[in-house]
């Protein structure tokens, strides 16, 4: 990441001028630091989603009663004079009573139907107590589940009672009859809508909810007492459905002013521009707007529903306007269920707000039921006053001189509205209110493109924006649209779906039924289309396929796996990656898209991506591959080939830097090894009978007493951090412990049979010294025993097996494995295992009885019975060796109590009778078995784990995944357009950098006046430390006050500075290896630690030496044929000696360039592997050229040479720039011994300072064969470095001692004894290091102290 341009706004220029120069920082780049490394990988949780409608409801039959006995006040009623007088717009005085009540009821009705055209109406004018009952029993019984609606008005009869009744008539008009609010409720049922158009209307309410109490009461009575009346009847639905809309409160009156009509309530639930309009003339403001009369208002042209006239408009406006303030006022459930769930119900509440409005101005309050909070008062309402204006002042003129009608500005304002919201506001606020108006506008073709804009942008800030714009009720209006064939909104819709999909994937189904997928398709296959918007298309369609036959038929028909497999080659990686994604998908379980991939040879298409240069898109076509042969569908010897083929394509990535590959890749093995289940059981039976066999040279039979003394003088090593990755950490282990677990050892590695005694029980499974799997104790292979096959198999003549040629598929496949379960990340080597564990546990299940073996012989012998006491057998049939034999390693654990009483070891083999002689549980197995059934339920331990027969938990499932397609996926549901923290220059996270970078500016500057004064003495003791483990490799941080030391598994952080200890954890290698190098990498920024051990592993940790707990970012094998057993004896302290013999090994030797992100790896091979931490894959392999190890490198990023020293004391320079067979541009040869270091300067002319064994520090200009400069230093060397800056070496010596050289080759110091503590002589140097700035001079000596010498103090 280069950030030329924001050089300027670097803190550059708050520096003093001299230091200005110093901001180099900017420009490194960062390794490691990808999402893929810092999250975990894991899809999302699913949002619980809210806004589908479960219950979406219809209104379908609507009874309208209205008693108004025209002509007859009501006795309790006193009218004004004038009064208001119109019913549904119709003087009822101004015609005969009877034609003037069936006009008023067949208006009523038309104006429902403008809300409901398609429901059954039912009017009932004037109606007794019959009437009613006939009418609301015979609706409710038509609408079955669905809504039905009651319309009450009853201006022509008394105001409802206390008691809950409302007035109907007796058959001749003489007598007003009371219909109680219960009958009414049992007739109506549930769910009802009841509008009730009178005064004192809030009583109704009031006694409506009474009565439904009641009702609840009764009913939990009768469930209790089945001798009540109630109990034998059909249950009474219950009235929380029941939605009701009164005119007014309990006590209110409705108003009479003559200016309005009588049934107001009505008017403004049924026609509510018109009562809106002559509402808005009757204020003073209108006044405002001259010539706008009462009589003009009933001239708007237009019709409500066309939304391109000003009526419509004002229509459609007003819709926007109520539906957003409900929005905003409504809590969302509410919402949900009044505004969006029934049609005509969401209608007549836009319009009840209105209604709350009006009428509040005349001192009646409307009530509703579920109550609302007021929304009377809400701002929105002026943008309606402000709309009704501007229309209404051109009606004049467009009535009188037909002038064109302006359309209102009011979607456009509010759309920028919108837009300043999303520009802006900041992180946490409010949702914009005018969300619900950027769901009308998309009716609009004219703001369409302008609001899809928009909402993307609003999509874009995350999940919980989707989830709001879901619940407002998108969806229909963006599935509708996916229908337009408009070109410029395919990128705008591409990328909404995008969205939505990425948090609710469930959507799949409705863009399959609405024909959605063709759209995506479309799209994905238009070459002019840019990479992006094909990106978003592909991944909704790997959504839409994605566990979903439907989806992935319907796909296939639509040419999906052609148009993916011709992108696949594409410029852009995400487009790369989401293509395989989805053709991976398609195949899942779908084997006709399996076949059409087959013909396409889809297979060989995807092989050239598992060498891409981005992980994630070499996972994906893992991931694709995997499912591409994990078909369970029936084989032909066609499909086997391929299944072979794509095999042994996916076994070249065993060693892919990246550990999310690898993590695919076994999954993807496993795949196929439940295809060929029969056929892994053959191997893995061959290969456990062999590991038996084979007694493999390890650490336990060659560990000679000398190498082992640091351990025993050594106090109980101290507790190590627990470490995220590990969960099985060691802990204090007592020398007791340790030579009893030894003795163990070397019993059982040399084959001796072994009885289960208790001494042999407290040594654990060797397992959990490396995996950090709690599932350990369950597993068949423990990771010795799966270590050991891994060994045998690399160098064993193993052609000689039975029944399986040795170099089929099926054995490559499983080596691959056995290496995986090996791997230095312990997510990898968990699944690995997982894998290889269950197939040992078919075949041990599967093999018969007559394949136990006597201990002793290899001859066949008669079946042991399972009640036999023999507790000797050891069995070919795949158990490890006895727990006893995998015996806790040196230092790393703390033997475990013996489980379940002691009576069975931890690692339970199958078909060895146990102490208590019952048969092991594997016997209850029936022969043949689904490979993943649980099998029976255990009998002896069904106690403590019946749930988990056979430790079933720490074997595989059939759907093995990684989670990282999820976890991809998240990558859409993420802000996209956002501006990553890191570029923000207010950030939090931009000025942490930038006073670190500031920080090591004024580190470089003065260690620089330091050095440049001259270093004339280097003996100040400033730090000394004992360290837990004998100190192997130490590193100084450059810019912290900080220091690593490793010894042979586990690291140590110091503060030199406070003298205090920071953090001590383990590093996860084997026993068998130990840590040979180490390297900060991102020195300068955020810290990582990259370890590197003998058996070619790289491990890279963060979150270390602060208070949380080190994390592995990253880990894998940097050189593979570094295998333990070239390595000779197992070396503690002795290395030292053998070198000047020029005997063992380098172990591994690492360099870094930061500035290119390149890792330099050599060691005991015979090439210098290159790798690119960008790509997290190898480079290049440089031949060394030599037949010996290399023991030091050196490069030098501006002239890409690499300085090698090699074991045979050459040293060698290489060019990388140029081809395998001449990259090699010199070689001096004029070291006689081991070279300890090979040190190549960073300046333009930068030397090469080489060092041996014997002493002889050797000066070589790059262009000349010969040395120009040799200096004789100590003899014995076993440790010396080279300060970068300040031109002095230090040489530590067996001999127990440090001398420390200026480059002329004067000793300025000799270091013999540590300060205070009575001058105590130092120990034999096992390692030191020079501050890459400061003159400090670190040192570990095998006394497991740790100091650091520097120079004088008047100089620093």
Same mark, same amino acid.
């Given at each position: 990441?280069?950030?030329?341009?924001?050089?300027?706004?670097?803190?550059?220029?708050?520096?003093?001028?001299?230091?200005?120069?110093?901001?180099?920082?900017?420009?490194?780049?960062?390794?490691?630091?990808?999402?893929?490394?810092?999250?975990?990988?894991?899809?999302?949780?699913?949002?619980?989603?809210?806004?589908?409608?479960?219950?979406?409801?219809?209104?379908?039959?609507?009874?309208?009663?209205?008693?108004?006995?025209?002509?007859?006040?009501?006795?309790?009623?006193?009218?004004?004079?004038?009064?208001?007088?119109?019913?549904?717009?119709?003087?009822?005085?101004?015609?005969?009573?009877?034609?003037?009540?069936?006009?008023?009821?067949?208006?009523?009705?038309?104006?429902?139907?403008?809300?409901?055209?398609?429901?059954?109406?039912?009017?009932?004018?004037?109606?007794?107590?019959?009437?009613?009952?006939?009418?609301?029993?015979?609706?409710?019984?038509?609408?079955?589940?669905?809504?039905?609606?009651?319309?009450?008005?009853?201006?022509?009869?008394?105001?409802?009672?206390?008691?809950?009744?409302?007035?109907?008539?007796?058959?001749?008009?003489?007598?007003?009859?009371?219909?109680?609010?219960?009958?009414?409720?049992?007739?109506?049922?549930?769910?009802?809508?009841?509008?009730?158009?009178?005064?004192?209307?809030?009583?109704?309410?009031?006694?409506?909810?009474?009565?439904?109490?009641?009702?609840?009461?009764?009913?939990?009575?009768?469930?209790?007492?089945?001798?009540?009346?109630?109990?034998?009847?059909?249950?009474?639905?219950?009235?929380?459905?029941?939605?009701?809309?009164?005119?007014?409160?309990?006590?209110?009156?409705?108003?009479?002013?003559?200016?309005?009509?009588?049934?107001?309530?009505?008017?403004?639930?049924?026609?509510?521009?018109?009562?809106?309009?002559?509402?808005?003339?009757?204020?003073?403001?209108?006044?405002?707007?001259?010539?706008?009369?009462?009589?003009?208002?009933?001239?708007?042209?237009?019709?409500?529903?066309?939304?391109?006239?000003?009526?419509?408009?004002?229509?459609?406006?007003?819709?926007?306007?109520?539906?957003?303030?409900?929005?905003?006022?409504?809590?969302?459930?509410?919402?949900?269920?009044?505004?969006?769930?029934?049609?005509?119900?969401?209608?007549?509440?836009?319009?009840?707000?209105?209604?709350?409005?009006?009428?509040?101005?005349?001192?009646?309050?409307?009530?509703?039921?579920?109550?609302?909070?007021?929304?009377?008062?809400?701002?929105?309402?002026?943008?309606?006053?402000?709309?009704?204006?501007?229309?209404?002042?051109?009606?004049?003129?467009?009535?009188?001189?037909?002038?064109?009608?302006?359309?209102?500005?009011?979607?456009?304002?509010?759309?920028?509205?919108?837009?300043?919201?999303?520009?802006?506001?900041?992180?946490?606020?409010?949702?914009?209110?005018?969300?619900?108006?950027?769901?009308?506008?998309?009716?609009?073709?004219?703001?369409?493109?302008?609001?899809?804009?928009?909402?993307?942008?609003?999509?874009?800030?995350?999940?919980?924006?989707?989830?709001?714009?879901?619940?407002?009720?998108?969806?229909?209006?963006?599935?509708?649209?996916?229908?337009?064939?408009?070109?410029?909104?395919?990128?705008?819709?591409?990328?909404?779906?995008?969205?939505?999909?990425?948090?609710?994937?469930?959507?799949?189904?409705?863009?399959?039924?609405?024909?959605?997928?063709?759209?995506?398709?479309?799209?994905?296959?238009?070459?002019?289309?840019?990479?992006?918007?094909?990106?978003?298309?592909?991944?909704?369609?790997?959504?839409?396929?994605?566990?979903?036959?439907?989806?992935?038929?319907?796909?296939?028909?639509?040419?999906?796996?052609?148009?993916?497999?011709?992108?696949?080659?594409?410029?852009?990686?995400?487009?790369?990656?989401?293509?395989?994604?989805?053709?991976?998908?398609?195949?899942?379980?779908?084997?006709?898209?399996?076949?059409?991939?087959?013909?396409?040879?889809?297979?060989?298409?995807?092989?050239?991506?598992?060498?891409?240069?981005?992980?994630?898109?070499?996972?994906?076509?893992?991931?694709?591959?995997?499912?591409?042969?994990?078909?369970?569908?029936?084989?032909?010897?066609?499909?086997?080939?391929?299944?072979?083929?794509?095999?042994?394509?996916?076994?070249?990535?065993?060693?892919?830097?990246?550990?999310?590959?690898?993590?695919?890749?076994?999954?993807?093995?496993?795949?196929?090894?439940?295809?060929?289940?029969?056929?892994?059981?053959?191997?893995?039976?061959?290969?456990?009978?062999?590991?038996?066999?084979?007694?493999?040279?390890?650490?336990?039979?060659?560990?000679?007493?000398?190498?082992?003394?640091?351990?025993?003088?050594?106090?109980?090593?101290?507790?190590?951090?627990?470490?995220?990755?590990?969960?099985?950490?060691?802990?204090?282990?007592?020398?007791?412990?340790?030579?009893?677990?030894?003795?163990?050892?070397?019993?059982?590695?040399?084959?001796?049979?072994?009885?289960?005694?208790?001494?042999?029980?407290?040594?654990?499974?060797?397992?959990?010294?490396?995996?950090?799997?709690?599932?350990?104790?369950?597993?068949?292979?423990?990771?010795?025993?799966?270590?050991?096959?891994?060994?045998?198999?690399?160098?064993?003549?193993?052609?000689?097996?039975?029944?399986?040629?040795?170099?089929?598929?099926?054995?490559?496949?499983?080596?691959?494995?056995?290496?995986?379960?090996?791997?230095?990340?312990?997510?990898?080597?968990?699944?690995?295992?997982?894998?290889?564990?269950?197939?040992?546990?078919?075949?041990?299940?599967?093999?018969? !009885?007559?394949?136990?073996?006597? $201990?002793? +012989? &290899? %001859?066949?012998?008669? =079946?042991?019975? @399972? *009640?036999?006491? /023999?507790?000797?057998?050891?069995?070919?049939?795949?158990?490890? !060796?006895?727990?006893?034999?995998? $015996?806790? +390693? &040196? %230092?790393?654990?703390? =033997?475990?109590? @013996? *489980?379940?009483? /002691?009576?069975?070891?931890?690692?339970?083999?199958?078909?060895? !009778?146990?102490?208590?002689?019952?048969?092991?549980?594997?016997?209850?197995?029936?022969?043949?078995?689904?490979?993943?059934?649980?099998?029976?339920?255990?009998?002896?331990?069904?106690?403590?784990?019946?749930?988990?027969?056979?430790?079933?938990?720490?074997?595989?499932?059939?759907?093995?995944?990684?989670?990282?397609?999820?976890?991809?996926?998240?990558?859409?549901?993420?802000?996209?357009?956002?501006?990553?923290?890191?570029?923000?220059?207010?950030?939090?996270?931009?000025?942490?950098?930038?006073?670190?970078?500031?920080?090591?500016?004024?580190?470089?500057?003065?260690?620089?006046?330091?050095?440049?004064?001259?270093?004339?003495?280097?003996?100040?003791?400033?730090?000394?430390?004992?360290?837990?483990?004998?100190?192997?490799?130490?590193?100084?941080?450059?810019?912290?006050?900080?220091?690593?030391?490793?010894?042979?598994?586990?690291?140590?952080?110091?503060?030199?500075?406070?003298?205090?200890?920071?953090?001590?954890?383990?590093?996860?290698?084997?026993?068998?290896?130990?840590?040979?190098?180490?390297?900060?990498?991102?020195?300068?920024?955020?810290?990582?630690?990259?370890?590197?051990?003998?058996?070619?592993?790289?491990?890279?940790?963060?979150?270390?030496?602060?208070?949380?707990?080190?994390?592995?970012?990253?880990?894998?094998?940097?050189?593979?044929?570094?295998?333990?057993?070239?390595?000779?004896?197992?070396?503690?302290?002795?290395?030292?000696?053998?070198?000047?013999?020029?005997?063992?090994?380098?172990?591994?030797?690492?360099?870094?360039?930061?500035?290119?992100?390149?890792?330099?790896?050599?060691?005991?091979?015979?090439?210098?592997?290159?790798?690119?931490?960008?790509?997290?894959?190898?480079?290049?392999?440089?031949?060394?050229?030599?037949?010996?190890?290399?023991?030091?490198?050196?490069?030098?990023?501006?002239?890409?040479?690499?300085?090698?020293?090699?074991?045979?004391?050459?040293?060698?320079?290489?060019?990388?720039?140029?081809?395998?067979?001449?990259?090699?541009?010199?070689?001096?040869?004029?070291?006689?011994?081991?070279?300890?270091?090979?040190?190549?300067?960073?300046?333009?002319?930068?030397?090469?300072?080489?060092?041996?064994?014997?002493?002889?520090?050797?000066?070589?200009?790059?262009?000349?064969?010969?040395?120009?400069?040799?200096?004789?230093?100590?003899?014995?060397?076993?440790?010396?470095?080279?300060?970068?800056?300040?031109?002095?070496?230090?040489?530590?010596?067996?001999?127990?001692?440090?001398?420390?050289?200026?480059?002329?080759?004067?000793?300025?110091?000799?270091?013999?004894?540590?300060?205070?503590?009575?001058?105590?002589?130092?120990?034999?140097?096992?390692?030191?290091?020079?501050?890459?700035?400061?003159?400090?001079?670190?040192?570990?000596?095998?006394?497991?102290?740790?100091?650091?010498?520097?120079?004088?103090?008047?100089?620093?």
């Amino acid at each position: 990441m280069k950030m030329d341009s924001e050089l300027l706004l670097s803190p550059a220029i708050f520096l003093a001028e001299e230091e200005e120069a110093d901001m180099s920082d900017w420009n490194l780049p960062l390794a490691f630091m990808k999402k893929r490394h810092s999250e975990k990988i894991e899809g999302s949780k699913a949002l619980a989603q809210s806004w589908r409608m479960k219950d979406r409801m219809k209104t379908v039959s609507v009874a309208l009663v209205l008693c108004l006995n025209v002509g007859v006040d009501p006795p309790d009623m006193v009218k004004t004079s004038p009064c208001a007088r119109l019913e549904c717009w119709i003087d009822p005085l101004s015609m005969s009573p009877q034609k003037a009540l069936e006009t008023i009821g067949a208006n009523l009705q038309k104006q429902y139907e403008n809300w409901q055209p398609r429901a059954r109406y039912k009017q009932s004018l004037d109606p007794t107590v019959d009437e009613v009952k006939k009418l609301c029993t015979s609706l409710r019984r038509n609408a079955k589940e669905e809504r039905v609606l009651f319309h009450y008005n009853g201006h022509g009869v008394p105001r409802p009672t206390v008691n809950g009744e409302i007035w109907v008539f007796n058959k001749n008009y003489t007598q007003y009859i009371p219909l109680s609010v219960y009958d009414l409720q049992t007739w109506m049922g549930s769910p009802s809508i009841f509008v009730y158009d009178c005064s004192n209307a809030g009583i109704i309410v009031k006694s409506f909810k009474q009565f439904a109490l009641q009702r609840e009461q009764e009913l939990e009575v009768a469930a209790i007492n089945p001798n009540h009346p109630l109990a034998q009847m059909p249950l009474p639905p219950s009235m929380k459905n029941c939605i009701q809309l009164a005119a007014c409160e309990a006590s209110e009156l409705l108003p009479m002013n003559p200016d309005l009509p009588a049934d107001l309530f009505t008017s403004c639930l049924t026609t509510p521009i018109k009562i809106a309009l002559r509402w808005f003339c009757m204020q003073k403001s209108a006044k405002l707007v001259p010539g706008v009369t009462l009589d003009l208002i009933e001239k708007i042209p237009g019709r409500l529903n066309d939304r391109r006239t000003p009526l419509g408009e004002l229509n459609w406006i007003f819709t926007a306007i109520t539906d957003t303030i409900a929005w905003n006022v409504l809590p969302r459930d509410l919402f949900q269920k009044l505004f969006r769930q029934d049609l005509l119900v969401a209608s007549l509440f836009r319009n009840f707000l209105l209604a709350e409005r009006i009428m509040r101005s005349y001192n009646c309050t409307p009530v509703s039921s579920p109550r609302l909070p007021p929304t009377y008062m809400h701002a929105m309402w002026q943008a309606w006053d402000l709309a009704v204006d501007i229309c209404l002042s051109q009606l004049p003129t467009i009535i009188e001189e037909g002038t064109a009608f302006r359309h209102s500005p009011f979607f456009a304002e509010q759309l920028t509205a919108f837009q300043v919201w999303l520009t802006m506001g900041v992180e946490n606020r409010n949702p914009p209110e005018q969300l619900p108006i950027v769901l009308q506008v998309l009716l609009s073709q004219v703001h369409r493109l302008r609001a899809l804009d928009l909402l993307g942008r609003f999509l874009d800030l995350g999940p919980w924006a989707v989830s709001l714009a879901l619940s407002v009720g998108i969806f229909p209006y963006v599935l509708k649209l996916l229908q337009s064939s408009a070109r410029e909104l395919r990128p705008l819709l591409v990328f909404i779906w995008a969205k939505i999909l990425a948090v609710d994937s469930s959507c799949q189904a409705d863009l399959v039924k609405d024909n959605g997928h063709k759209y995506f398709l479309s799209v994905l296959a238009d070459p002019y289309m840019p990479a992006e918007h094909r990106t978003m298309a592909v991944f909704i369609l790997a959504v839409i396929v994605n566990s979903y036959t439907t989806g992935q038929e319907a796909c296939l028909q639509g040419n999906l796996i052609a148009i993916c497999l011709e992108q696949l080659s594409d410029p852009h990686p995400l487009l790369r990656q989401w293509v395989a994604v989805c053709l991976g998908r398609i195949w899942q379980n779908f084997d006709s898209a399996r076949w059409c991939g087959v013909r396409d040879s889809a297979h060989e298409k995807l092989y050239s991506l598992l060498s891409d240069p981005i992980p994630e898109v070499r996972c994906a076509a893992v991931f694709a591959l995997g499912t591409f042969v994990g078909n369970s569908a029936e084989r032909t010897d066609h499909s086997t080939t391929i299944d072979h083929n794509v095999a042994m394509m996916l076994a070249q990535l065993i060693n892919d830097g990246s550990p999310v590959v690898r993590k695919e890749l076994v999954v993807a093995l496993s795949h196929l090894v439940v295809q060929y289940e029969s056929n892994f059981c053959t191997v893995a039976l061959q290969f456990m009978e062999e590991e038996k066999n084979y007694a493999v040279p390890s650490t336990a039979n060659t560990l000679e007493p000398c190498n082992l003394t640091p351990v025993r003088d050594s106090p109980a090593i101290p507790r190590l951090r627990s470490v995220n990755s590990y969960t099985n950490i060691r802990a204090a282990t007592t020398a007791r412990n340790l030579n009893k677990s030894l003795q163990n050892l070397n019993l059982n590695e040399e084959g001796g049979p072994v009885a289960f005694s208790p001494g042999n029980l407290s040594t654990s499974s060797s397992a959990s010294s490396t995996l950090g799997s709690p599932d350990n104790d369950e597993y068949i292979l423990s990771f010795e025993t799966i270590d050991k096959m891994r060994r045998v198999s690399s160098y064993s003549s193993l052609n000689s097996l039975i029944g399986v040629s040795f170099n089929s598929v099926y054995t490559q496949i499983w080596r691959v494995l056995l290496h995986l379960a090996a791997d230095p990340f312990p997510e990898v080597s968990d699944l690995a295992m997982k894998v290889l564990n269950s197939i040992a546990y078919k075949a041990t299940m599967n093999a018969r !009885p007559q394949r136990i073996l006597d $201990s002793g +012989s &290899l %001859t066949q012998s008669a =079946p042991a019975s @399972p *009640t036999s006491k /023999g507790a000797h057998i050891h069995q070919a049939g795949g158990s490890p !060796p006895m727990p006893s034999a995998s $015996s806790s +390693s &040196l %230092t790393n654990e703390v =033997p475990k109590p @013996p *489980t379940r009483g /002691g009576e069975q070891p931890p690692t339970r083999p199958p078909y060895t !009778p146990t102490l208590g002689g019952q048969a092991p549980h594997s016997h209850q197995f029936p022969r043949t078995r689904k490979m993943f059934d649980k099998g029976p339920s255990g009998s002896e331990q069904a106690g403590d784990d019946a749930d988990d027969p056979g430790g079933h938990k720490a074997y595989m499932n059939a759907n093995l995944s990684t989670g990282l397609c999820d976890w991809s996926a998240k990558y859409f549901a993420q802000p996209v357009m956002k501006i990553p923290e890191e570029h923000d220059v207010e950030s939090q996270v931009r000025k942490e950098r930038e006073w670190r970078f500031l920080r090591n500016a004024r580190v470089r500057k003065q260690s620089q006046r330091i050095t440049q004064r001259g270093v004339t003495r280097l003996d100040d003791q400033i730090f000394i430390n004992r360290n837990p483990g004998v100190p192997s490799v130490v590193k100084f941080h450059p810019f912290n006050p900080c220091i690593a030391v490793a010894d042979k598994d586990s690291i140590c952080f110091w503060d030199w500075e406070k003298a205090e200890r920071l953090d001590y954890f383990y590093n996860g290698n084997p026993r068998y290896t130990r840590i040979t190098a180490m390297e900060y990498l991102n020195g300068h920024d955020y810290s990582l630690l990259l370890t590197a051990t003998d058996d070619g592993a790289l491990r890279i940790w963060k979150n270390f030496a602060d208070q949380r707990n080190p994390e592995m970012v990253t880990a894998w094998q940097g050189l593979s044929d570094m295998l333990p057993t070239t390595r000779g004896l197992a070396r503690r302290v002795s290395i030292y000696l053998d070198r000047s013999k020029g005997q063992g090994g380098a172990g591994m030797v690492v360099d870094w360039e930061q500035e290119t992100g390149l890792l330099m790896t050599s060691g005991d091979v015979r090439v210098i592997r290159i790798w690119d931490t960008e790509r997290e894959m190898k480079v290049q392999d440089i031949p060394t050229g030599a037949d010996s190890c290399v023991t030091s490198l050196s490069c030098d990023s501006q002239r890409s040479l690499i300085a090698a020293g090699l074991g045979d004391g050459s040293v060698r320079l290489y060019d990388r720039r140029m081809g395998a067979n001449e990259c090699r541009v010199m070689t001096y040869r004029e070291h006689s011994s081991w070279v300890v270091k090979a040190h190549l300067q960073k300046q333009t002319d930068g030397k090469v300072i080489s060092v041996s064994v014997d002493g002889d520090v050797r000066f070589f200009e790059l262009r000349s064969p010969d040395s120009v400069n040799v200096l004789q230093t100590v003899k014995g060397l076993t440790a010396l470095d080279i300060h970068p800056q300040a031109n002095l070496f230090a040489c530590g010596s067996m001999n127990q001692f440090i001398a420390v050289y200026n480059s002329n080759g004067d000793v300025i110091s000799n270091i013999k004894y540590y300060d205070g503590f009575m001058g105590q002589r130092i120990g034999a140097i096992s390692c030191l290091a020079f501050h890459p700035y400061w003159p400090h001079l670190a040192v570990g000596s095998n006394d497991y102290y740790m100091s650091i010498y520097s120079a004088e103090k008047r100089l620093r």
